[in-house]
């Protein structure tokens, strides 16, 4: 089996956040832990002093965010001079991977899909709004979070039906 620093990799995830994402697991003092999305960025991020600074600026803003549908940025770091950073395993289907498929197939999404994921979402915002202090004056909200906009990457539903928001996904910036 493959490994990247003390991680061993289990396979490989749809990328996002421009990272190329592996689901892995840390061997660690007290065993193997749980699996995380290990997000590896590879040449892009030797010597990349802003990509970095984005990644800690991401992990800081969500940190707050204790909620069950936001995978929050855990650690960032870096080995062999390339940067990482992991992530909660976010299992589902990304909407861009989902609306891909249906332009392949030349179909529009079923409405009443497109409306439950709407609110879905909508609930997760709102959600995340009540939480009160990550929304006080100073505090980054989801413009923080996602400067260029909530892209359909970061929005991943869950087999049960469940939305959840990919932190990292905000790492893409144009």
């Not at 699996?35 to 802003?50: D, W």
């Not at 970095?52 to 770091?77: F, S, T, W």
């Not at 997760?124 to 260029?148: I, M, N, T």
């Amino acid at each position: 089996m493959a490994s990247f620093a003390d991680f061993v990799l289990l396979r490989a995830s749809p990328s996002y956040g421009g990272a190329e994402i592996l689901r892995a697991r840390r061997i660690g003092e007290g065993g193997v832990e749980p699996p995380v999305h290990l997000a590896l960025f590879g040449e892009q991020s030797i010597r990349n002093a802003a990509l970095e600074q984005r990644l800690l600026d991401l992990a800081e803003a969500a940190a707050p965010l204790d909620h069950e549908a936001v995978a929050r940025i855990a650690e960032v770091g870096r080995c062999d001079g390339s940067l990482y950073a992991t992530a909660a395993v976010a299992d589902g289907v990304d909407l861009a991977t989902l609306l891909e498929h249906e332009r392949r197939r030349r179909a529009m999404p079923d409405a009443r899909f497109v409306l439950a994921v709407a609110f879905s979402l909508a609930r997760v915002v709102q959600e995340l709004h009540d939480l009160g202090d990550v929304w006080a004056a100073g505090a980054p909200g989801l413009s923080g979070l996602f400067p260029a906009g909530l892209r359909p990457e970061a929005v991943v539903l869950r087999r049960d039906g469940a939305v959840l928001v990919r932190v990292l996904a905000g790492a893409a910036v144009d």
